[in-house]
C-alpha cells in the first residue's frame, strides 16, 4: 500500500511537470486559432522563450523576471506573424512554419553567440522558478510529490480558468469568436477585426513564450537545441482534440501530461526499451487525433485571409 501511495505521488508530480507547458502553449494557441488565425509556429514561439527564459534566469537572477521575459520574447513572434498573416494575407500555414525555423534556429546562434554552445550554462535552483510548500514536506513523500511543485504548474491552471471566463463571459470573447466564424459580418457590425485578431495572435506567441520558459526555468535547468521537442504540436493537437475551447484543451492537455508521466513511471523499471518508452505520449496524441480530429469543428473562417472592404 505504502509503495501504491508512492508511486501515485510520483506519477501525480511527473503529470504537474509535464503539462504546464503544453497547457501554456494550448490557451495560447486557442486564442488564434479562435480568432481565425492559424498559428502552427507554436514551437518556434516556445524555443524562443525557453532560451529567454534561460538568459534573463542568469542575467537577473529571478526566476519570474526571466519568465515574464520569455513571455515577451513569445509575444515578439506572435507579432511577426500576426503581422505576415493578418496584415500581408500571407498562407498562415507557411508562415507558421517559417517561425518554427526562426524561432529555432536564431536561439541556437543567439546561444552559441553569447556562451560559445548551443546549451546555455546550467541555471542555479535560486533563479529558478519558486516551489509551493518548499521544506514543509519530508522528501520524497506524497505531499512533497503532490503539493511542492513549481508555483507555475498551479497557476497555469488558474490561467485556464480566467481563459474560459474571458472567452465565454466578456465582450472580447464574443468579439474574438465572432472573428473566427463571421469576420465581414463582425466588420459590418464596427468590430475591428484586425486589431482582435492582431490581439489574440500575440497572446498565442505570450502564452507559448510561457510554455518554453516553464521546461528550462522548472523541468531542465538550461536551454538545448531539443528542449522543447515537439511539445508545441502536441499542445495543437490538444487544441484540435479538445474542440478549440479552453476547457477542452485543458483536459487534452492532463491527459497528454499522464502520459508523460506514465512514461516517466515505467522508465524506471528498465524493463521495456527506453526508446519505445517515450514514444508513448505521441503515440497517444496520433491515436486520439485519428479518433477525434474529424468531431473537432474549427471555427469557420480559420485559415482564411480577411480583407477590410474598402
Known amino acids: ?3 501504491l501511495i508512492r508511486n501515485l505521488g510520483l506519477l501525480i508530480n511527473a503529470t504537474l511537470i509535464a503539462t504546464p507547458p503544453l497547457l501554456f502553449a494550448a490557451l495560447g494557441s486557442c486564442f488564434s486559432e479562435r480568432s481565425g488565425v492559424v498559428n502552427i509556429g507554436i514551437e518556434g514561439m516556445m524555443t524562443i522563450g525557453a532560451f529567454t527564459g534561460s538568459v534573463m534566469a542568469l542575467v537577473s537572477g529571478n526566476g519570474w523576471v526571466a519568465f515574464l521575459c520569455a513571455g515577451l520574447a513569445g509575444a515578439l513572434f506572435g507579432l ?23 524561432g529555432s534556429g536564431l536561439a541556437i546562434f543567439l546561444c552559441k553567440a553569447f556562451f560559445g554552445s548551443s546549451d546555455t550554462p546550467a541555471i542555479a535552483t535560486t533563479s529558478k522558478l519558486p516551489k509551493l510548500f518548499d521544506g514543509v514536506f519530508a522528501t520524497g513523500s506524497f505531499g512533497a510529490n503532490v503539493l511542492n511543485v513549481y508555483s507555475a504548474a498551479y497557476l497555469v491552471f488558474v490561467l485556464a480558468l480566467i481563459v474560459w471566463f474571458v472567452f465565454y463571459k466578456t465582450r472580447f470573447g464574443t468579439h474574438l469568436r465572432a472573428c473566427g ?3 465581414e459580418a463582425c466588420e459590418s ?21 510561457l510554455g518554453g520558459s516553464f521546461v528550462t526555468l522548472a523541468t531542465i535547468n538550461q536551454f538545448r537545441p531539443n528542449v522543447i521537442v515537439g511539445q508545441g504540436f502536441i499542445a495543437i493537437a490538444a487544441v484540435i ?13 492532463l491527459l497528454f501530461g499522464l502520459c508523460t508521466g506514465v512514461r516517466t513511471l ?3 523499471g528498465n524493463v521495456v526499451s527506453p526508446n519505445l518508452i517515450s514514444m508513448i505520449p505521441y503515440i497517444v496524441t496520433i491515436v486520439a487525433l485519428v479518433l477525434f480530429v474529424g468531431k473537432a469543428n474549427a471555427p469557420a473562417a ?5 480583407v477590410k472592404a474598402r
Do not use: W
Request: glycine content about 12%.
Open 189 to 209: 457590425l464596427g468590430i475591428d477585426v484586425y486589431k482582435v485578431r492582431y490581439t489574440c495572435v500575440i497572446l498565442s506567441g505570450f502564452f507559448a513564450g
Open 1 to 3: 500500500m505504502e509503495a
Open 241 to 253: 482534440f479538445g474542440k478549440f475551447s479552453p476547457g477542452g484543451a485543458t483536459m487534452a492537455c
Open 181 to 183: 466564424e463571421h469576420p
Open 266 to 268: 515505467a522508465s524506471m
Open 302 to 306: 480559420n485559415g482564411k485571409p480577411f
Open 80 to 102: 511577426i506573424h500576426a503581422f505576415v498573416c493578418i496584415s500581408c494575407h500571407a498562407d498562415q500555414t507557411i508562415a507558421g512554419t517559417a517561425i518554427n525555423f526562426l
